[in-house]
């Protein structure tokens, strides 16, 4: 089945640092949509973006959705401990369903 | 605030058991969806109900049966467990029928293992 590339896999970072991640489909999508997933819960939303060019921010959260409709991008500026966690895009088009990326896991050092 | 209840949150299975995970929503959502998510492998679709009467196969339906109950309730039947559908299951409820009305809803999850 399809599946959304999410790249890094993982990443380390320091706390107060900045961090980007993206996702890449062979597909279009005419909405994109970021989750942060905490261990032993389920995924919560974090920003959705419904145009091609759209950037949009939540606190210390930006994401855009690519011009090509085939990508986004997600940043955390000045990251914190909380912030760690799975962070999973979703892309969608037509009625219902999305189809999720492989998870970006962060993990924030102290 | 419930949003989505999922039952059990832990379940041990032997190999041919039978079992149903149970999945409530209060926030009056139309479409209502089951995923499994495993190592690796990010959340994979296995049936989703577009609205109340409705069922339709995702990703990955084999070995699975639903019900749409009501409009709240959604439910994932396994008939004989297998080895290969130890997961971490999680019920979402979406407001609308098209991906512009907005994301899902999710669960917290049932973690199931079958041994």
């Known amino acids: 089945g399809q599946q959304l590339n999410q790249s890094p896999q993982s990443m380390f970072i320091q706390e107060g640092e900045d961090v980007s991640m993206n996702c890449t489909s062979s597909?279009?999508?005419?909405?994109w949509l970021w989750y942060k997933q905490d261990p032993g819960e389920g995924p919560v939303l974090l920003i959705a973006?419904?145009?091609?060019?759209e950037l949009t921010s939540n606190g210390r959260l930006t994401a855009q959705f690519g011009i090509t409709r085939k990508d986004s991008f997600l940043n955390i500026s000045a990251s914190i401990p909380s912030d760690v966690g799975i962070y999973f895009c979703?892309?969608?088009?037509?009625?219902?369903?999305?189809?999720f990326g492989t998870g970006t896991r962060l993990k924030v050092l102290a | 605030n419930a949003g989505v209840t999922q039952t059990p949150k832990f379940q041990v299975l032997k190999t041919g058991q039978s079992m149903t995970l149970q999945c409530a929503q209060d926030?009056?959502?139309?479409?209502m969806y089951w995923y499994r998510q495993d190592p690796g492998m990010g959340l994979r679709l296995i049936y989703y109900?577009?609205?109340?009467?409705?069922?339709d196969k995702g990703e990955v339906p084999n070995g699975y049966n639903v019900s749409r109950l009501n409009k709240r309730e959604f439910s994932l039947r396994l008939e004989s467990a297998a080895p290969s559908q130890t997961s971490v299951y999680f019920c979402?409820?979406?407001?609308?029928?098209?991906?512009?009305?907005?994301?899902?809803?999710f669960g917290s999850g049932t973690r199931l293992t079958v041994v």
């Open positions: 979402a409820s979406s407001a609308g029928r098209t991906v512009q009305s907005g994301g899902y809803t």
């Open positions: 597909s279009i999508f005419n909405t």
């Open positions: 973006l419904y145009k091609a060019g």
């Open positions: 979703a892309g969608g088009s037509g009625t219902y369903k999305y189809i």
């Open positions: 926030m009056n959502h139309n479409s």
């Open positions: 109900s577009a609205s109340e009467g409705t069922t």
